[in-house]
């Protein structure tokens, strides 16, 4: 049987795909503690609303070639390689665009529904509202002593994030009306090299202005 493809897992039925078959290389949910969209739907709609301007830098994780997690509790954040000890650091493959995925601490731990934050592959757990509406493309966020900047990818998860946590997230995610929420975070660059540390505030130095036509 053919592994479907991103596209087939965003438009899949419910219960039609068993995430347990999807095959990677790297740490494996558990599908016991996969919500469905109505759950879903029903515990975002409780989550209190993020700060907008000042919150706080929650996880740090650099992740290893198979899979494995490191999370330090302070890094030197640079623009020439992002995460140290990330595998995508000094990685040409992915341009500065992707430099430092991201994602709302709140959000993740939703998702999750009691698995480790970190099995989410991003390097960043921030405690600040990450939606476009807040964090336009081109916006800068001071995390600690380093200067990030929101880029254009779309963060939307993939094939792993389906199987650890279900294709309601990567779906809802999808959705009009929930897309600017980005459920599954946004991607950073990093514009101004600094030491960064858990417990440090992330702060709203720039928001893009749009001139009247």
Aim: net charge neutral.
């Amino acid at each position: 049987m053919e592994e479907p493809t991103k596209a087939e897992l965003l438009t899949a039925v419910p219960g039609s795909v068993d995430t347990d078959r999807l095959q990677f290389v790297g740490m494996r949910g558990d599908s016991s503690r996969h919500l469905d969209r109505v759950a879903l739907r029903a515990a975002l709609a409780a989550l209190p609303a993020a700060p907008r301007d000042v919150g706080t830098v929650d996880l740090l994780v650099a992740r290893g070639p198979n899979g494995e997690r490191d999370m330090p509790a302070a890094v030197l954040l640079t623009a020439k390689g992002g995460m140290p000890g990330d595998r995508w650091f000094g990685n040409g493959t992915y341009g500065d665009d992707y430099q430092l995925a991201t994602t709302r601490t709140d959000f993740a731990r939703l998702v999750a529904h009691g698995q480790p934050l970190e099995l989410h592959g991003d390097n960043l757990f921030l405690g600040i509202d990450v939606s476009s509406d807040n964090l336009p493309v081109g916006s800068l966020l001071e995390l600690g002593q380093a200067l990030q900047r929101v880029t254009p990818v779309a963060h939307n998860g993939c094939t792993k994030w389906a199987q650890r946590f279900g294709l309601a997230p990567m779906q809802l995610n999808m959705t009009p009306e929930l897309r600017g929420l980005r459920l599954r975070g946004l991607y950073l660059q990093v514009v101004r090299d600094g030491r960064v540390a858990v417990g440090d505030a992330v702060v709203v130095r720039e928001r893009p202005t749009t001139s009247a036509a």
